[in-house]
């Protein structure tokens, strides 16, 4: 699987808009960009997921570099409920299972 | 929709004690997983199912066993139990490749 490299934290306020980075620079041409993110004591939850365009959800928006060999998840304005683990993600449309193989992630801290 | 249910929420475990955790899910998904994660990590897999009677083994699958006898259930059977066991257990499952709907988890501490 290919690897993703995200930073440990951020922090961001509350209102403001949030940018995490994910570099994914062995990427291959079928794997998919998968954002989850995990609230403190619970299970992983989905986030957006893209190819090769920008993509735009409910939730946030997933920049997808033309090389595609990094990206960007912009929630557009933070709120104390966003503070969670996110993780970057890669797929391949075929994988068994669909298995996800989680790293680190970014953890994101909101300040009132 | 309950989604995925996971019991119990919590457990405590004697080394060499056996015991099973429970998964299911009303949406219909073929597709369902167990993840652990250990403090401080990511999630890593034990066992995935692409549907009702076919199972594989994931990234961790030692000392667990699975099995899938219908859609809906997916239980994770720890066969004897061990303290690097200790962990948050996860079942997720899914209709397709994007997105994996997650249960609540099970932390089982293992003594």
């Known amino acids: 699987d290919a690897k993703t490299t995200q930073p440990n934290s951020m922090e961001s306020n509350e209102e403001e808009p949030v940018h995490l980075p994910c570099n994914h620079s062995?990427?291959?041409?079928?794997?998919?960009i998968h954002w989850y993110r995990q609230l403190p004591s619970q299970g992983p939850e989905y986030v957006i997921h893209?190819?090769?365009s920008n993509v735009n959800n409910r939730m946030a928006s997933l920049a997808i570099a033309e090389d595609r060999k990094s990206s960007t998840l912009i929630l557009h304005r933070a709120t104390l409920r966003d503070a969670a683990v996110y993780y970057c993600?890669?797929?391949?449309?075929?994988?068994?299972?669909?298995?996800?193989?989680f790293g680190g992630g970014t953890r994101v801290l909101v300040k009132p | 929709n309950a989604g995925v249910t996971q019991t119990p929420k919590f457990q405590v475990l004697k080394t060499g004690q056996s015991m099973t955790l429970q998964c299911a899910q009303d949406?219909?998904?073929?597709?369902m997983s167990w993840y652990r994660q250990d403090p401080g990590m990511g999630l890593r897999l034990i066992h995935y199912?692409?549907?009702?009677?076919?199972?594989d083994q994931g990234e961790v699958p030692n000392g667990y066993n699975v099995s899938r006898s219908t859609t809906e259930d997916f239980p994770l059977r720890l066969l004897s139990a061990a303290p690097s066991q200790t962990s948050v257990y996860f079942c997720?499952?899914?209709?397709?490749?994007?997105?994996?709907?997650f249960g609540p988890g099970t932390r089982l501490t293992v003594l």
């Open positions: 893209g190819l090769t």
């Open positions: 949406m219909n998904h073929e597709y």
């Open positions: 993600i890669l797929t391949g449309i075929k994988a068994a299972g669909n298995k996800l193989t």
């Open positions: 062995t990427i291959s041409g079928t794997d998919y």
């Open positions: 997720a499952s899914s209709s397709g490749p994007h997105e994996q709907f």
């Open positions: 199912s692409v549907g009702a009677g076919i199972t």
